[in-house]
């Protein structure tokens, strides 16, 4: 039996200013894929056999349990809820072979979700994403409080995911909680 | 103080009174007042002093274009200088206090200044404060600051707040006036995301001034209906109390909104002002005109402003500046001034320099006059007029409206270098090259009437959106022509004011002229003309057209000098934003920082990382004693250090080998799978970029360590690497370094603690020096093993998912508890890596070589690899090259200063006889005495040689001896143990 436990980037509960909640999601399993050299076609296919397509530039695919979002030319990040056992890189890369490398990613990021209808608000003081023209899937690589972000819209004008720097997660939910006060 | 000059009419909302104070007398105003107009309103012409000459000095406008009454608001930390009286909105409690003075406002003991006026020229501290050179810093500069300049800092940290933010939008029209409101308008009504953002409070514009008609309502209640209108359409943001500052690059505007300027107190959390970046894929520039001042003898007094801020202050906010006016015009639109004022009841002359005006007027018309002068020792009393017949008037009035004609608020248009056109029939100049997406409508287009305006507007929103289709027909409006003979100055010997905020004179610009300083951005320069706070909104044009006179030329033969961002002046927290104090940078805190915070320790900053500088205990009295005591617990026994801050890449493809041969200077295609090797690699030029290691997990994957401070860079490197220099190869990367915790477990029981940790067998035979691996620990937790060591001793570091890091590092604590395992930073660190001769950045700084550095044979001759071409120059090479050496003092009790230079050990001290530097230097507790490392001409064959370590900057001097960079272990015993 294992004899350590996890803990969270930060230990916070969720806060709700105004009309929006703040809330760390733990337990976000994380693994990045690039397709090899010449193995576009061939990692595509197994993206498309496990999400049901092929998430587009800047956009996120919900496959069954899986998350997966363009990061750049040729390259994806995979997010599933974490089981314990930490094996969504392995799958990954059981399924894809030689056709990708995969990284697990697990512990690099910290994850916020934030909902409400002051959520585009709030997000304009954070980060220059179009966050009113995001539409449900849409994903951008930002900066937020100096950090290098992705912005995952879940439901245009109401709910996005942010995922962060782990390391910084304590400077990032606080730049949310300053953000969120000012348009509260 | 009654409001004795509040008149019938305006946009103040008379049942809402607001209290509020002025050099500590108390007023009252009105809601819709701005301070300026509430002040008038109580009969307070002068408000404030001149920067050079402490001439009283009262509103010139009714705008953001404002020279003269520059106020101070609130008081204590909260006091902000500078902030003009003509924009300030009023509310219940503002405090506000005049500014450079010395004395009272009415009584400025440093308008002394004004009497010395003769000496006082341009150009005059350039010639004047040369001798003797050294008064300047002492004497000449400090009674300078005093005498000269405007409001003052409270020394206080800012107690606002401000923020920063991001908008986007299809088309963002700048200003609310007639233009602005249609462009803004016709733009919604297809179906744009539009911005409408001006810097007054109320929008409108000029609308919100005048008593003209837009359709069948008047202009005030059109603006109003349209700003409604454009309030209840989902796809339209109206900005009011926002200046859009800067047209940038790729459709990027700046634009400061002030949230909370308005309001009494602060609210708690909310930002003051917030600065926009807004992402624009069109724009409409709807910012008007101003209207230009006629330079004469004294028309700097309180009381005298422009004519149409004279029609503003009495349409829009109800007061008049006095009873009795003279309005001095060179242009029609001065008449609609005099109308408006003469249908408030109040007594009109207007003086026109123009013979053939018509004087059928309801007022008094002198045609073919002009002011000559102006007295009153506060404000103004009387203006004197010299008539068509040469014979002089002298007209006593507390009000003096000046129209020399209006200019095209063309600046944003140009702050990407474009430059306006001169337009004959305005005598201004209009926007000519346009950035790029932008479109000019309205009074900034030259269309100075409301008819043109609204048709401008409707014009450009269509030009910009490309709109096809027939528009809805427009409002009519009054489209009176412009009718304007150019009229710049007042001939006269006494002085006439151009620029009122850095006190410029006509006088002035001709002397500049007749020093040589002809070329406008020298006269710019010389006079100070057009630098103040207001860029000279207000003076710019006067300067140039008098120059263009003396010079014989047209006025765009002059020129003009280049509009700069700001259009308006900023608060420096609004380009700060939150990132301050505390929140200035991000913070980076490693896995093991909570505990570390439990365990006392001082946390040093390493970039944005929070890395444990030292675990000090108690009865320790330093730090020197805490790092002795962590540097003597790992090598006698064993240490941990949280070492998850040095950058990871991870390397992965079937090309991953042969492009690690690539970016190291040293063989890695040869490198087994489960072992890990030292690395170096070699900028292009051949100079040291970074070191660490390359561990082989697989074929095709390896993961690569770098220097703490280093990650970005070397992964910046790898990435340009791979997409520029070696498309083909099949490679890919992404850091992991904050994926995985790391720590450094070293001495020489750091196998003991680990076994009751790892799962499998780590003993030395079955996980050699270098060795690394995928191993499980605590039960079946994925981890990584590396066996390598910075302190030079038997060490591994072990890696583990950042979840379980805090975990880990209380498991190692308890497997070590019975090794009396001792947690070390990064002193400690440093000392045990310099006591191993092991490099980091002080000796990797960006000018040392591989062979400087003692590694010159690992930079391989059988393989390509970046920089080792370049390392082989002969300059790089030379007899005497920099050699990493080791010094130790001949006197053990002496410390060695790093940063100091070496030098024989007799002989002059002095640069031509450098032999080298120290660039790392400790107290070593295992030795007992200082020491260092060192770069060292030759130095590998000056080994027992006795030098002069000199510190000119801590005046030391002290005794060495050369030796080897290697004071511990130097055959590595302890390593592989």
């Known amino acids: 039996m294992l004899e350590l436990t996890p803990k969270p980037a930060i230990d916070t509960p969720d806060q709700t200013i105004g009309t929006v909640t703040i809330a760390l999601t733990d337990g976000v399993a994380l693994a990045s894929v690039a397709a090899r050299k010449g193995q576009l076609a061939a990692c595509e296919k197994v993206l498309s056999a496990r999400l049901g397509a092929v998430p587009p530039v800047g956009r996120a695919v919900d496959g069954t349990g899986e998350t997966c979002f363009w990061t750049g030319p040729e390259q994806w990040m995979v997010s599933a809820p974490e089981d314990g056992q930490h094996v969504l890189a392995d799958q990954w890369k059981d399924a894809l072979g030689d056709a990708a490398s995969v990284t697990e990613q697990s512990g690099g990021w910290v994850v916020f979700d934030v ?55 304590q400077s990032l939910h606080h730049a949310l909680i300053t953000a969120a006060t000012a348009v509260a | 103080m009654s409001q004795k000059n509040r008149i019938e009419g305006g946009q103040i909302n008379r049942d809402v009174s607001l209290n509020f104070t002025f050099d500590g007398r108390r007023y009252s105003g009105h809601a819709g007042d701005t301070l300026a107009s509430a002040l008038l309103a109580n009969g307070v012409r002068l408000m404030g002093r001149s920067f050079k000459y402490h001439r009283p000095r009262g509103p010139m406008t009714a705008g953001s274009e404002e020279p003269n009454a520059l106020v101070q608001l609130r008081s204590g930390a909260l006091q902000e200088p500078n902030t003009r009286a003509t924009t300030a909105e009023l509310f219940d409690g503002l405090s506000a ?75 963002l029209v700048i200003g609310a006036g007639p233009a602005g409101l249609m462009a803004a308008l016709t733009a919604a009504r297809s179906g744009a995301d539009v911005i409408l953002a001006d810097e007054d409070f109320a929008m409108g514009g000029r609308l919100n001034s005048e008593t003209l008609s837009v359709g069948d309502v008047s202009g005030v209640d059109w603006a109003a209906g349209t700003v409604a209108e454009l309030a209840a359409m989902p796809n339209v943001r109206l900005m009011p109390r926002t200046t859009v500052i800067g047209a940038f690059d790729h459709g990027i505007y700046g634009a400061v909104e002030r949230v909370g300027d308005h309001l009494a107190v602060p609210q708690a959390g909310k930002p003051r002002q917030i600065l926009w970046r807004i992402y624009t894929k069109k724009t409409v520039l709807a910012a008007g005109a101003i209207e230009r001042p006629i330079a004469f003898a004294n028309n700097d007094r309180p009381g005298v402003m422009t004519a149409s801020a004279l029609r503003s202050y009495a349409n829009r906010f109800g007061v008049a500046v006095d009873r009795r006016a003279v309005i001095f015009t060179n242009n029609d639109d001065g008449y609609r001034s005099a109308e408006d004022l003469h249908a408030k009841g109040i007594r009109v002359t207007v003086v026109d320099p123009r013979p053939d005006v018509s004087v ?82 309205g009074a900034a287009a030259g269309d ?65 002229h007749q020093e040589g300083f002809r070329a406008v951005e020298h006269l710019k320069r010389y006079t100070t003309l057009g630098m103040a706070t207001d860029q000279g909104k207000t003076a710019n044009m006067g300067g140039l057209a008098i120059m263009a006179e003396l010079a014989g030329k047209a006025i765009p033969e002059v020129g003009t000098t280049i509009f700069r961002p700001p259009y308006t002046p900023v608060a420096i927290g609004a ?52 790092v002795n005591r962590e540097v003597l617990a790992t090598r006698n026994s064993v240490g941990v250090c949280d070492v998850t801050t040095l950058g990871k890449v991870d390397v992965q493809g079937a090309d991953a080998a042969d492009f690690l041969n690539m970016i190291y200077c040293n063989g890695f295609a040869k490198l087994a799978v489960g072992k890990v090797r030292y690395g170096l690699m070699l900028r292009e030029d051949g100079i040291a970029l970074d070191d660490g290691t390359a561990a082989r997990l697989a074929e095709d994957h390896f993961v690569v360590t770098t220097t703490t401070a280093n990650a970005l860079p070397v992964y910046r490197h790898m990435e340009f690497v791979r997409q520029c220099l070696v498309p083909d190869m099949d490679v890919q990367l992404i850091s992991t370094t904050e994926a995985w915790a790391q720590y450094a477990v070293a001495g020489p029981n750091a196998r003991r603690v680990l076994e009751k940790i790892v799962d499998q067998d780590i003993s030395n035979e ?82 040392t070589t591989a062979a400087n550095l003692g590694m010159g044979r690992m930079v391989s001759t059988k393989k390509d690899s970046i920089g080792a ?35 024989a050990a007799e ?49 030391e001097v002290v005794d060495v001896e050369i030796c080897s960079p290697h004071f511990i272990d130097p055959e590595g015993e302890r390593l592989r143990a």
Request: net charge negative; charged share 20%.
């Open chain 2, 575 to 626: 380009f700060a934003g939150r990132h301050r104090g505390a929140e200035f940078h991000p913070k980076r805190l490693t896995p093991s920082h909570a505990w570390a915070e439990e365990q006392g320790a001082v946390f040093v900053e390493a970039g944005n990382w929070m890395r444990a500088q030292y675990f000090p205990r108690a009865g320790e009295e330093n730090w020197l004693e805490t």
């Open chain 2, 869 to 903: 071409v370049l390392s082989r120059r002969e300059g790089l090479n030379t007899e005497d090259d920099l050699r990493a050496v080791g010094v130790k003092p001949l006197d053990p009790a002496q410390r060695v200063p790093a940063g100091a230079h070496l030098m």
């Open chain 2, 907 to 955: 002989g002059p001290v002095d640069a031509a006889r450098d032999q080298g530097y120290l660039t790392s230097a400790c107290y070593s507790p295992n030795l007992g005495h200082h020491i260092a490392l060192a770069f060292l001409k030759d130095g590998a064959n000056r080994m027992g040689e006795t030098m002069r370590v000199v510190s000119p900057l801590t005046d």
């Open chain 1, 115 to 169: 909902r409400g209808a002051g959520m585009p608000a709030m997000c304009e003081l954070l980060c220059s994403v179009p966050v009113r023209r995001m539409e449900t899937g849409d994903v951008q690589r930002t900066m937020i409080h100096q950090t290098g972000c992705f912005v995952i819209c879940r439901e245009a004008g109401r709910h996005i995911r942010i995922l962060g720097p782990r390391a910084s997660a």
């Open chain 2, 448 to 512: 100075l009437s409301t008819a043109g305006a609204l048709a401008g507007g409707q014009r450009a929103a269509q030009d910009a959106l490309a709109l096809d289709g027939a528009m809805p027909p427009l409002p009519e409006a009054e489209d009176a022509p412009v009718n304007i003979t150019p009229f710049w100055y007042v001939k006269g010997d006494g002085r006439a004011w151009l620029d009122q905020q850095n006190d410029v004179t006509v006088k002035d610009v001709r002397l500049s």
């Open chain 2, 97 to 171: 206090t005049s500014q450079n003075r010395l004395g009272t406002l009415s009584f400025d003991l440093l308008a002394v200044n004004d009497r010395l006026s003769n000496f006082l020229t341009a150009g005059f501290y350039y010639k004047t404060f040369m001798w003797p050179k050294a008064f300047w810093e002492k004497l000449y500069e400090p009674v300078i600051r005093r005498a000269a300049g405007l409001g003052s800092l409270s020394l206080e940290d800012d107690p606002d707040v401000y923020d920063k933010g991001f908008l986007h939008c299809d088309l």
């Open chain 2, 766 to 847: 079955a996980f050699p020096f270098m060795a690394c691996g995928n191993v499980t620990i605590c039960g079946g937790l994925r981890a990584r093993l590396f066996r390598i060591s910075f302190s030079g001793e038997l060490a591994y570091e072990i890696a583990v998912p950042t979840a379980y890091g805090d975990a880990l590092m209380r498991r190692i604590m308890e497997a070590g508890a019975e090794f009396e395992i001792t947690p070390y930073g990064t002193e400690a660190l440093g000392v045990m890596r310099i006591e191993k001769g092991h490099a980091t950045g002080n000796e990797l700084n960006g000018t």
């Open chain 2, 360 to 441: 059928l007027r309801d007022y008094e018309v002198l045609a073919g006059a002009q002011v000559v002068d102006t007295m009153g020792r506060l404000g103004l009393t009387f203006v004197k007029v010299r008539l068509a017949d040469g014979s002089e008037r002298t007209i006593e009035c507390g009000a003096l409206g000046v129209s020399g004609g209006w200019n095209p608020n063309v600046h944003l248009t140009c702050h990407q270098r474009g430059r306006p056109r001169w337009d004959d029939g305005l005598a201004a100049f209009v926007p000519s090259d346009l950035p790029t997406g932008m479109h000019v409508a």
